[in-house]
Every structure is written in C-alpha cells, then in structure tokens.
C-alpha cells in the first residue's frame, strides 16, 4: 500500500512565498513520477509541476520562473517552492504519485489529501 502526505500551505500575502512537501510512503517502485496539482474552487484539477525519478521536469505555463519543483528520491519527497506568489494560485494543492514503466504510466495513481494555499492581503 502507498501513501502520500502533503505539507506546508497556508496563508500567504501577495509577493510571498511558501514550500509544500510530499512525502510517499509503502512499495513504491523506483522508476515514478511524482508532482503537484492544484483545483481551486469551481474549477478543474491542473497540473502545476511534476518531476521523474531522473530528475524530468515539467510546468504549467502559469507557474514558470515561480515555482520550483525538487526531489529527495532516497526520502520518496517531492518538493514544491511557491515564490512570487498571487491570488489566484489560491487553490487546495495536491500530490500525485504514478509509477512508471519504460517511460509510461502504469497502474493507479496515488493522491494525497491536499492542502491549502491561500494567496490574500
């Protein structure tokens, strides 16, 4: 069984910075995925970042040249730097862990909870 855990929202002034945490726990395998989505209220689910086992990244858009996504593979952590921060990255963050297979997804994701960020003055 996998578990993953998220930490480290808040709330945060415009400008402002925060740092999430995910820690996965259980049979993991080694070649995975793990990255950070985010659905605010009334909207869909989005990718914010996602980062391989070898260290591939990937960013919304939106994101870009703000967020840095990083990774701990001997602790199963992902890491998430919210810098530069504006209201509407206001939204519950989520976890995801996909294991991959020859580069492809195989199996169900695991999904943490979520935690929330608030950007507001």
């Known amino acids: 069984q996998v578990q993953v855990m998220e930490s480290g929202g808040g709330l945060v002034q415009p400008g402002g910075s925060l740092r999430l945490s995910c820690a996965a726990s259980?049979?993991?395998?080694?070649?995975?995925?793990m990255g950070w989505y985010r659905q605010a209220p009334g909207e869909q689910r989005e990718l914010v970042a996602d980062?391989?086992?070898?260290?591939?990244?990937n960013y919304a858009d939106s994101v870009k040249g703000r967020f840095t996504i990083s990774r701990d593979n001997a602790k199963n952590t992902v890491y998430l730097q919210m810098n530069s921060l504006k209201p509407e990255d206001t939204a519950v963050y989520y976890c995801?862990?996909?294991?991959?297979?020859?580069?492809?997804?195989?199996?169900?994701?695991?999904w943490g909870q979520g935690t929330q960020v608030t950007v507001s003055s």
């Open positions: 995801k862990l996909e294991k991959l297979s020859f580069g492809r997804v195989t199996g169900f994701p695991y």
């Open positions: 259980g049979s993991i395998s080694r070649s995975n995925r």
């Open positions: 980062v391989t086992n070898d260290g591939n990244t």
